[in-house]
């Protein structure tokens, strides 16, 4: 009976072990994220500067550029939602209307150039960050870039200094790298930058005529392009970094096409000469629309996009896990990785039972 007891306990283990293999979730995710952007990402950063910006006449801002449920403005961005899956601590830095250097708005960055208020670009956000001497830990700390949607608009509005698509692109993603480069420097090592949406497909664009919307996807389009090939030699110059690329521009695409909102364009809203909605004739629920004002997603589509994040984040970190075990797979197909490691952990228990009770 002794025997047979711990026959049966060592059955029970090898059982243990084998579910322990076929797991998913090899890898854990990050503690602490710690973001940069515009108001893709902002809830409560440009809010902070209003005692400051109302005093010297200017616009003011909102908590974030997304809705609260069913009201206007307020609500829950991407960066809520990730942080909430995780169980994170979030630092978020992000301000609306921030380009890759300076405010799309003038009558705010007049005020910094008057040293009224700080650079609330990324190249002032991530200043001022690290100017703070920030403690984290490296390994557990993600820092997440969503940026360059207002150094497009300004461009498309004729409001960028030069005419020339290439040199919007090159300055803009130089910046990014540069102030990645600076945050490698202080410490950190794992990267989350997200491209740009499709913004022909934003109500912003979605009603001029064709060649138009050709004009704006070939920049966006260049944009993310240029930005893909800068991460890959950023990685590659940096052999301790981890970026996790997340492709808005296909995903907003995916969910217009899958017709996962009632109406992806939000025309149920008269939108005025400058791209403002008119709520007065709001009759439905936000959930049921894509965007929430011309340019901005619905609280609900941020949700959407903290899920494909946080899916991918996790693809790529089993990825890297299961890279440095003595049986690697595709890195393309985490499917054919699932069921090597299934049939792996089969063939060990195999062997460890064929050893026990060959020996009794």
């Known amino acids: 009976m002794k025997i047979l007891r711990n026959k049966k306990q060592f059955f029970m283990s090898l059982t243990v072990l084998f579910l322990f293999f076929s797991t998913n979730s090899w890898a854990a995710t990050y503690n602490h994220i710690v973001a940069f952007g515009d108001s893709l990402s902002d809830h409560g950063g440009?809010?902070?500067?209003?005692?400051?910006?109302?005093?010297?006449?200017g616009p003011g801002a909102p908590g974030s550029w997304t809705n609260n449920e069913a009201?206007?403005?307020?609500?829950d961005v991407w960066l809520d939602y990730l942080k909430n899956k995780w169980d994170a601590?979030?630092?978020?830095?992000a301000i609306g209307g921030a380009m890759t250097i300076g405010h799309e708005n003038a009558g705010i960055q007049a005020l910094s150039d008057a040293s009224i208020l700080p650079d609330l670009g990324l190249t002032g956000q991530i200043t001022d960050y690290l100017a703070s001497s920030p403690t984290y830990d490296s390994d557990d700390t993600i820092f997440a870039i969503w940026?360059?949607?207002?150094?497009?608009?300004?461009?498309?509005?004729?409001?960028?200094?030069t005419a020339d698509p290439s040199i919007l692109i090159a300055e803009s993603i130089g910046r990014i790298i540069i102030q990645m480069g600076s945050l490698y420097a202080d410490g950190a090592r794992n990267f989350l930058v997200i491209n740009l949406p499709d913004l022909s497909k934003t109500p912003a664009f979605n009603t001029k005529d064709a060649t138009t919307q050709a004009n704006v996807t070939g920049v966006v389009f260049n944009f993310n392009a240029a930005l893909s090939s800068a991460l890959?030699?950023?990685?590659?110059?940096?052999?301790?970094?981890k970026v996790h690329p997340v492709n808005a521009f296909t995903y907003l695409n995916t969910i217009i096409a899958e017709d996962v909102f009632d109406d992806s364009a939000s025309s149920y809203l008269k939108v005025d000469e400058d791209c403002n909605w008119d709520f007065t004739n709001f009759n439905g629920t936000f959930d049921q629309f894509l965007f929430f004002d011309c340019i901005h997603p619905t609280t609900k589509a941020h949700k959407l996009v903290a899920a494909e994040v946080a899916d991918i984040i996790d693809e790529d970190l089993d990825d890297d896990d299961d890279d440095s075990c003595f049986i690697s797979s595709s890195y393309e197909n985490p499917t054919n990785?699932?069921?090597?490691?299934?049939?792996s952990g089969i063939f060990l228990i195999?062997?460890?039972?064929?050893?026990?009770?060959?020996r009794k």
Not at 71 to 75: D, E, N, R, V
Not at 148 to 156: T, V
């Open 46 to 57: 440009l809010l902070s500067y209003n005692p400051i910006i109302d005093a010297n006449g």
């Open 71 to 75: 009201t206007p403005y307020g609500g």
């Open 89 to 93: 601590s979030l630092d978020n830095n």
């Open 147 to 161: 940026i360059g949607g207002n150094d497009c608009l300004e461009f498309f509005r004729g409001e960028y200094y």
């Open 232 to 241: 890959y030699e950023f990685e590659s110059a940096n052999a301790d970094v």
């Open 337 to 343: 990785q699932r069921n090597i490691t299934v049939i």
């Open 350 to 358: 195999a062997g460890f039972a064929g050893f026990f009770l060959k």
